[in-house]
């Protein structure tokens, strides 16, 4: 099935440090979203962006959703430990009608911080 | 913790068997998707149940089926168990109102299931 352009695949750095992350596709989203997923779990949360071009944050975390809406990005500033698992972007297309709210995700980049 | 329980957390099946995994949905949601996630991949949709009725699919044969319940609760049967069938799979639910903003999805912690 299609899958987003997620790159890095994977990254190691030292706790403190900013990442930085990405994800492309050659069709347009209207909704972009940010996850991270811990082994064993489900994925969680962590950013959503509904407008071309808009920026949010939350906490350490940044996500911009882009102009083209082809793209996206996350930062994650001053890494922590906890930091540490693997990072999916999703993006969604909304439905004429309303309510199709299928997900297509990226690959994922797996984060490991060094303390 | 996002209220999405799945059941069983754990399964092991043979190739051919069937298998059905179950999902109970956070509450005041109405929608629930399912998911599928290979082992270094990212999840793929599967479908989509809304009012007790498909509401969309991904690229999945036939063999792959769902339920949604008056309750909102949901359950994914799957015939004719491949070795490829062995993978993470996800329910996640969400509200979805006509015309209105709807919330994003919550994921449950999934069912690793493993085909022998």
């Known amino acids: 099935g299609q899958q987003l352009n997620q790159s890095p695949q994977s990254m190691f750095i030292q706790e403190g440090e900013d990442v930085s992350m990405n994800c492309t596709s050659s069709?347009?989203?209207?909704?972009w979203l940010w996850y991270k997923q811990d082994p064993g779990e489900g994925p969680v949360l962590l950013i959503a962006?509904?407008?071309?071009?808009e920026l949010t944050s939350n906490g350490r975390l940044t996500a911009q959703f882009g102009i083209t809406r082809k793209d996206s990005f996350l930062n994650i500033s001053a890494s922590i430990p906890s930091d540490v698992g693997i990072y999916f972007c999703?993006?969604?297309?909304?439905?004429?009608?309303?309510?199709?709210?299928?997900?297509?995700f990226g690959k994922g980049t797996l984060l490991t911080v060094n303390p | 913790e996002t209220g999405v329980t799945q059941s069983p957390t754990h399964l092991i099946k043979t190739r051919g068997q069937q298998v059905t995994l179950r999902c109970s949905s956070q509450?005041?949601?109405?929608?629930v998707s399912w998911y599928q996630q290979a082992l270094g991949q990212g999840p793929q949709f599967i479908f989509q149940?809304?009012?007790?009725?498909?509401?969309g699919r991904g690229n999945f044969p036939p063999r792959f089926s769902g339920l949604q319940f008056p309750n909102y609760s949901s359950e994914l049967n799957v015939n004719a168990l491949e070795l490829d069938d062995s993978a993470l799979y996800l329910c996640?639910?969400?509200?979805?109102?006509?015309?209105?903003?709807?919330?994003?999805?919550?994921f449950g912690q999934g069912t690793r299931l493993t085909v022998v």
């Open positions: 962006l509904y407008k071309a071009g």
């Open positions: 069709s347009i989203f209207n909704t």
């Open positions: 149940y809304y009012r007790e009725e498909e509401n």
């Open positions: 509450s005041g949601h109405n929608t």
């Open positions: 996640a639910s969400s509200l979805d109102l006509v015309g209105q903003k709807n919330t994003e999805a919550f």
């Open positions: 999703a993006g969604r297309i909304r439905k004429s009608g309303g309510s199709n709210y299928k997900l297509t």
